[in-house]
């Protein structure tokens, strides 16, 4: 069973810098994109950002240039490096994935992390 487990948050002044990592393990897949999405209280989640496999990036408009999305494909790993902190970007961020299980037939799935807390004071 695939499982995407995340690090990285924790508790930080506006301002100050986060890197947040998800790895991907478990059984044999090969990664397509990976992303991480945030969810602040009673609002929905939103898109942070994505990234291929090739390393083609997305970002929503008010993370960019403020975050940075990367990977290691060895790793199966994702990472989101966050710098100019806000208070507003305090949410619970998700790591995302999308993958072929290899079976057969391979299987094209979607997982998530459990999530991790950011938050940042004023």
């Known amino acids: 069973q695939v499982q995407l487990v995340e690090s990285g948050g924790g508790l930080v002044q506006a301002g100050g810098s986060l890197r947040l990592s998800c790895a991907a393990s478990?059984?044999?897949?090969?990664?397509?994109?990976m992303g991480w999405y945030r969810q602040a209280p009673g609002k929905q989640r939103e898109l942070v950002a994505t990234?291929?496999?090739?390393?083609?990036?997305n970002y929503a408009d008010s993370m960019k240039g403020r975050f940075t999305i990367a990977r290691d494909n060895a790793k199966n790993t994702v990472y989101l490096q966050m710098n100019s902190l806000k208070p507003e970007d305090t949410a619970v961020y998700y790591c995302?994935?999308?993958?072929?299980?290899?079976?057969?037939?391979?299987?094209?799935?979607?997982?998530w992390g459990q999530g991790t807390q950011v938050t940042v004071s004023s």
């Open positions: 990234i291929t496999r090739g390393g083609n990036t």
């Open positions: 995302n994935a999308e993958l072929w299980v290899l079976v057969t037939p391979p299987s094209l799935e979607n997982y």
């Open positions: 478990g059984g044999s897949f090969s990664v397509t994109t």
